[in-house]
């Protein structure tokens, strides 16, 4: 790997070395090979990738080359006379940024997630690195560390997607910052490393799951019975669809291939599932949508009552946009002395939570005469007959499939609402 300071970074454009040695060759077209192991089954579209990253290697321009996917993600890969210097993934760049600030600079996170930008910018994270190399903040291995570590998981994503590559361009750019860049990595290093991980993810049989994506429980009371307590303790703190899988590799023994075939086993038995997450929010002011009429207080409240965060948050979004009054909580331990002091008028409760599950709950609230004719509607992944029957027998109203549809949920409240009215006026 070829990596220079910028300072010490002392060359002219147009030059056929690039720190007295010749450029590596990237891979033909036709090999595409990681050293030393087989070649990688690559989508068509990424050799056309790979051509325009060879391409941009031979130009020894400053820019960034932009690939772009059919279902809207931006990759952008920056060069410094040829040589990569930074890589972003538009879909998931401050995530990856924040894991890189917990697992480089833990002791300079808190200060750097608190960093604003007064625009857009698409090289913010790199002018914060600049910045901490100037000041001396971080010794030389943890920036060609980091910087390496970001390459590489850009373009193992993008090859992960590649047969989604739309639209592939070479953007020229006179950034002073690119200029002085703090690392410099050939293209062939970068591309070997990334299709090295990229090779033990197909061979794991993973090619049809994401790093990116985020695992949560589904079925607590299986899960328990196949583990030990203690790694089901670990499980329920860390899996809550809050953490990608990437995040929890951090966090967990093993590498991120071993910890996916972990998780995708735990997924086959059905105990866990998989979800897609949101980027965070980017650090530069961004202008407020036009906020939404929140529900007049005499609309009627639902209360939601589910252990998984995420599920309560998309469960919200289409209940307030139906025009109701929406509240959750995911402890379903405490649960009831909340229904007691918010006195909702429909409740949806999860099935399958941890301690008090969706059937005890629900008959808990059953005994109580204040809530013996409020609506109850159990949801779950379960769809079974047996867990039906359960449901109307500690007294369910209705029994709804997860993930929980706009117009199914909707419809299901409005028409236990005004049946419930209708009894209440006889």
């Not at 031979?58 to 772009?68: R, V």
């Not at 592939?168 to 703090?182: N, T």
């Not at 990229?198 to 695992?215: I, K, M, N, R």
């Not at 204040?370 to 109307?392: A, E, H």
């Amino acid at each position: 790997m070829n990596l220079q300071f910028g300072s010490e970074l002392m060359m002219e454009e147009g030059h056929s070395q690039i720190l007295g040695e010749e450029s590596p060759r990237m891979p033909s077209s036709e090999t595409r090979k990681t050293t030393g192991q087989s070649s990688v089954q690559l989508h068509p579209s990424f050799i056309g990738v790979m051509d325009a990253l060879e391409e941009s290697a031979k130009l020894q321009k400053d820019g960034y080359l932009e690939i772009t996917t059919l279902s809207g993600n931006q990759f952008q890969l920056f060069f410094r006379l040829g040589r990569l210097v930074w890589g972003n993934d538009i879909g998931g760049r401050f995530r990856r940024w924040d894991r890189l600030l917990r697992q480089f600079c833990s002791g300079l996170a808190p200060q750097l997630r608190r960093l604003q930008a007064k625009k857009p910018d698409t090289l913010w994270e790199y002018k914060v690195l600049l910045k901490l190399s100037q000041k001396s903040c971080l010794d030389r291995e943890t920036f060609e560390s980091l910087i390496r570590s970001n390459l590489v998981e850009v373009l193992f994503d993008l090859i992960h997607c590649s047969h989604d590559v739309s639209d592939i361009k070479f953007v020229a750019q006179k950034e002073s910052i690119l200029s002085s860049p703090i690392c410099l990595f050939t293209v062939p290093s970068i591309l070997d490393e990334a299709m090295k991980e990229y090779q033990c993810w197909e061979d794991a049989g993973l090619l049809g799951f994401s790093p990116t994506w985020s695992p949560f429980i589904c079925s607590y009371e299986s899960l328990e019975q196949s583990v030990s307590a203690k790694t089901y303790q670990v499980i329920v703190q860390l899996i809550k669809g809050e953490l990608s899988i990437r995040d929890l590799s951090l966090l967990l023994p093993g590498n991120l291939t071993s910890i996916t075939q972990t998780l995708v086993s735990y997924e086959q038995k059905g105990y866990l599932e998989f979800c897609t997450l949101e980027d965070f929010p980017p650090p530069w002011p961004v202008a407020p949508q036009q906020e939404e009429r929140a529900p007049s207080e005499e609309m009627p409240l639902v209360l939601c009552v589910d252990d998984n965060p995420r599920n309560c948050r998309e469960l919200g979004k289409i209940v307030i946009a139906g025009g109701y009054r929406y509240l959750s909580i995911q402890d379903s331990v405490q649960a009831l002395s909340f229904i007691i002091e918010s006195q909702p008028d429909l409740l949806f409760i999860d099935l399958v939570m941890p301690v008090i599950n969706g059937h005890e709950l629900c008959s808990k609230i059953r005994k109580m005469s204040t809530f013996k004719d409020i609506p109850i509607i159990i949801l779950t992944s379960n769809d079974g007959v047996v867990d039906r029957f359960r449901s109307k027998i500690t007294g369910a109203t209705e029994f709804l499939s997860k993930p929980a549809q706009k117009t199914t949920v909707l419809s299901a409240i409005q028409g236990h609402l005004a049946y419930a009215a209708h009894s209440a006026q006889k």
